[in-house]
């Protein structure tokens, strides 16, 4: 076995060694919990854990989209230095040349082998779906090396939905690299989540998807004619801690429907709202003020909490000071009836007044 057999060997092995299989068993049981979830939220008002099963959900699909692209690109690589699926060197065909002069004159000169011409490079599945969402012609050309992070994707893609241009906002996803394409799945949906807190005015709530999917939905899908009905669904359940919709289509999802969706979205949302795609530095920069506002209230909802309970803590001290002194007076009192009525009192009751005995001691 040569070098590039033993190398091929090692690369074919670790992609099948990527835990795709488990991955998707993972997120089959996930999808069983949500739907349990969701009935049991009908009876409560108890999120139970909805919020982090969401989050484990998306965690999961974005680890799944890494693991394709890891895929592909070690098959692209396995294709690159000249093996085939099975790791065997690919098949090198020369073609036979003989002289005019040897056939014998009269025989019929042999039939010149055709060589097939070279297969045109196969479409990146990334190019392809996206053209599929957007409704329009496949996406030609090699990706844009300028797009090298998703950060950039999604400055491009804002510009593009703000602007209203469906075929510029093709051009511009269809030249991205399926990794960065990819990358929107992860970067959009806590900017989704900020910018509908915004536009709603309070953290998204259950009761806010309604209202989402009105200022979201029909733009949306104008941009996105392709695009299934649940993805854009899923993406506001989500962005509104609740669990997605139930599929009744068993096909799984495409892997660039929700990267391509969450980023379009997000333009949509920037769009009603009036702002720009602030940069990646200006992002973290606000993410930590609302991080240090959050530890402030926290803070406060913790002095305040303690501050009830010392309240508390204080009133009972009192109400027992005061128990104890009405227990203590009342002890006297117990005492002098069980011994008999004092010298003083009278047939009235009242201790240390003496009855009048005429109408004249009372007059004076």
Known sequence: MSIVEDLGAQVRAASDDLPLGQLAVALERFGLAAERLRWVRQESANPMGVPELSSAVEYAESAGYALRVAQEQLTAYLAMIGLAADDSPAPH?????????????GATPPETATVPPTP??????????VAELTGGG????????AIA????????????????????????????????????????PPLLRELAGEFLGHPPRAEDLPRLRQAL???????????????????????????????????QPHAADSAVTAGVLTGVLLDRLGRELATPPERERRTDDARTRQAAVDGQRRAAANHDRQTDAEWGRRAAVIGQQAVSRQRPAAAGRRGGPLPAEGRSGAPGIKRPSSRRDADG
């Open 217 to 251: 939905d029909s733009r949306t899908r104008d941009l996105l004619p392709g695009l299934p009905a649940p993805v854009v669904e899923t993406l506001l359940a989500r962005v509104c801690r609740m669990p997605p919709p139930r599929r009744d289509d068993p096909e």
């Open 138 to 145: 496949s996406v030609s050309g090699e990706p844009d090396e």
């Open 120 to 129: 045109a490079a196969a479409p990146r599945w990334w190019a392809v779906r």
């Open 149 to 188: 992070d998703s950060n950039e994707l999604l400055r491009r893609v804002v510009h593009e939905v703000r602007a209203g241009d469906r075929e510029r906002l093709r051009v511009e996803l269809g030249r991205a690299h399926a990794d960065v394409g990819l990358g929107l799945a992860a970067l959009a």
């Open 93 to 105: 065909t020369t073609r036979e040349r003989r002289p005019a002069h040897d056939a014998p004159r």
